[in-house]
């Protein structure tokens, strides 16, 4: 079983850039197809982008395409997400997710296996 750690979450101006870290533990990281979800106050968690155990396939909503970047180390058991040019829509929790295979890429909650449990990125104009 993994288990995931979020973390480089904070306070930005609009226009600066953040990069979110997941670090999982556990020896079978690279087994998982991993994403990010983000969950702004009082609205329904939603997907952010997803990529698959080895990174050379990756999807993207279309809120963040071209803006956010995810990436993966598996030899440092972790994952990161690229923001730039941030919005205070982009204000949200954001959190770590496991898939259930290695190669399917995400989108859906129901898809996910685990769950970090969320760093804050709040952005300020």
């Known amino acids: 079983q993994v288990q995931l750690v979020e973390s480089g979450g904070g306070l930005v101006q609009a226009g600066g850039s953040l990069r979110l870290s997941c670090a999982a533990s556990?020896?079978?990281?690279?087994?998982?197809?991993m994403g990010w979800f983000r969950q702004a106050p009082g609205k329904e968690r939603t997907f952010v982008a997803s990529?698959?155990?080895?990174?050379?396939?990756?999807v993207y909503a279309d809120s963040v395409k071209g803006q956010f970047t995810i990436s993966r180390d598996n030899a440092k058991n972790t994952m990161y997400l690229q923001m730039n040019s941030l919005k205070s829509k982009d204000t949200a929790v954001y959190y770590c997710a496991a898939g259930r295979t290695a190669w399917r890429l995400f989108r859906s909650l129901d898809e996910v296996d685990i769950w970090g449990q969320g760093t804050q990125v709040t952005v300020y104009s």
């Open positions: 556990g020896r079978t990281f690279s087994s998982y197809a």
């Open positions: 990529i698959t155990w080895n990174g050379d396939g990756a």
